[in-house]
Each structure stands twice: as C-alpha cells, then as structure tokens.
C-alpha cells in the first residue's frame, strides 16, 4: 500500500504541475520544511466567547494580534452559525487566517459498499478549502475502535486515504491527540506508537498536544524524541494539579508558565527535532481569570520564546 501511495502521490504532482497549479496542492516533508512558523489559538480556548459573540470574540482575538487560529465548531457545514464563504469573509477582513481546523473522522464518513468517503466528508474537504486550510484535523478515535487491531488498522487506513484527498486540494490531513493514546495498548503497543507507525508522513501530519498527555505521565519532549520530524503543529499547553482535571487525571490546563510542564522547552525542542511549524495554543480551564484574557497574556508570554 506504501508503494501505491507514493505512486499516487507523484502522479498527483505530475498531473497538477501539468494544469499549471499553485505548488502548494504538492505537499512533502520539503514543502512542511519551508512552511512559515506561526502562533495561533484554538478557538475551545475561548468556547463559551465564540458560541455567544463569535464576531466580537474574533475581532477581540485580531486586536490583540493573534493572526491565525484553529477551529473546532464545524457542523452542518457551519462554523459558528455561518457558512464557510461568509466566515472566510470575517477573517479576511479582520487580517486574519485559519490554517487548519477539528473536524473527527468517523465510521460515518466511510462507506464500506463503496469503498470511498460519504459525501459528508468530501463535503469537510471542500469546505476547507474555500476556508484557506493547510490541514484538516481529526482529533478523535471512537472506543470501539480501539480495542481491535484490525478495527484500529482499518481506521489508520482511512486516515491514510483521507490524506490522499486532501492531497488532491492542496491540503494535508492531520491526528491530534488527547491521552488514552499513551495508555491503552493493543497487540501489546501503545496505541500512538501504532498510530504514528501506521500513518504516512508524506499524507498525514500530527499535531501533538503535549498538555493532554501530561497527567497521566507521558511527556511531549521523549515524543518528540522518539518520532523527530513528524510534529508539525502542536498543542501549546501548561497545566496544574486539581482533583478533578478536564482529562479526567487530576491536571488542568493554565496560563502558560503557571504551571508544571514547562511548555517553553517543549516548544523549543519541537521547533529544533519536531519539524513543528504551528504552535496553537488552547488553554481549556481558566482558574477565575476572563478565557479572553487568559488568550492575551498566554500570546504575550509565547511571544517571548523565540519560536517566531
């Protein structure tokens, strides 16, 4: 399959170079290599801001000098109640872009008969494209799936082939992790090492988030460490002891250097051996203090880092 998909990739670039197509639609470890570093948010950070007031919560965002951000309300075809065409809008004229976005791969977007995605995710794919995304991004593997290791190659296999169409327009798809990944196992490995193992890094990228690892007890730089080069955007994240955390492990997510992780150092590691280019910052729990403000002083701080 490895040989088919490289096969499919050369003459997807043969055939677009042809048409006199932009490179862009001709990803590889070489275009991600020259790819702009960026800092952005992801827009859960400010959930509540976003679903209430998503115009004002943007143009908050914009005047506090974040230029790119990353969604996780794609329903319907909707993004915060508009379509993707008028949301590019917005962005367009607040001067801002939104290189990748959460939309799950599911046993929905597959249909089994056919041998090909539904017309729903095909649907995702357009629809990223007209919203100026580099990446789309699953961010979730259903349980049953991960109890079987026929079920979960079957689902790295469509992540392989949703790669391909995303390939077709310009784009890449993308993994992004929570942490059952570093936990369960089947066949006696760790469900990310299958995941990252199984998946071609010419057709699907990882978006590592370090902060959702950490209170179970693995760490975003011996992951890095391990699979250097396949971390092109990560999950900026510090977090702080409670006894009841978002991931169910006694850790929340705080303002960035109030915490245990140490995300400056991860991020700087990712940036040297990662191959990251996006460091996307999410902060989940607030401990008092207004999300947007939170997203304010979290910029101010990662602006200090060097990674831009």
């Given at each position: 399959m490895q040989n088919s998909r490289r096969k499919f990739?050369?003459?997807?670039?043969?055939?677009?170079?042809?048409?006199?197509?932009?490179?862009k639609a001709l990803w590889s470890k070489s275009t991600i290599a020259d790819?702009?570093?960026?800092?952005?948010?992801?827009?859960?950070?400010?959930?509540?801001?976003?679903?209430?007031?998503?115009?004002?919560?943007?143009k908050a965002l914009s005047k506090m000098g974040y230029q790119y951000i990353e969604h996780a309300n794609y329903v319907n075809r909707k993004l915060y109640g508009y379509t993707p065409i008028e949301f590019?809008?917005?962005?367009?004229?607040?001067?801002?872009?939104?290189?990748?976005?959460h939309t799950s791969l599911n046993a929905n977007h597959w249909d089994a008969n056919k041998k090909e995605f539904t017309a729903a995710w095909k649907y995702t794919i357009d629809d990223a494209v007209t919203l100026g995304q580099d990446y789309v991004i699953s961010p979730w593997i259903d349980e049953k799936v991960r109890t079987s290791y026929d079920a979960l190659m079957h689902q790295l296999e469509q992540f392989n082939l949703s790669g391909e169409l995303?390939?077709?327009?310009?784009?890449q798809f993308g993994y992004h992790n929570h942490n059952f990944e570093f936990i369960e196992k089947v066949n006696g490995q760790l469900i990310y090492d299958i995941i990252l193992k199984e998946?071609?890094?010419?057709l699907v990228i990882h978006q590592l988030d370090f902060g959702n690892m950490?209170?179970?007890?693995?760490?975003?730089?011996?992951?890095?460490?391990k699979y250097p080069g396949r971390f092109v955007s990560v999950h900026v994240k510090d977090e702080i002891k409670v006894p009841i955390g978002e991931?169910?492990?006694?850790?929340?997510?705080?303002?960035?250097?109030n915490g245990l992780v140490d995300p400056k150092a991860v991020c700087l590691l990712a940036k040297a051996i990662g191959g990251t280019k996006?460091?996307?910052?999410?902060?989940?729990?607030y401990q008092g203090i207004a999300p947007l403000e939170c997203a304010r002083i979290n910029l101010e701080r990662i602006k200090t880092w060097g990674l831009v």
């Open positions: 990739i050369q003459n997807t670039g043969i055939a677009i170079l042809g048409l006199g197509i932009a490179p790819a702009k570093t960026l800092i952005g948010i992801q827009l859960y950070a400010v959930r509540d801001n976003m679903f209430k007031d998503p115009l004002g919560t943007l590019k809008k917005i962005l367009d004229d607040l001067g801002m872009k939104m290189p990748s976005g995303c390939l077709e327009s310009g784009m998946t071609d890094p010419e950490f209170g179970i007890g693995a760490r975003g730089m011996d992951w890095i460490k991931m169910n492990d006694q850790h929340d997510s705080t303002i960035l250097g996006q460091f996307i910052i999410e902060q989940e729990s």
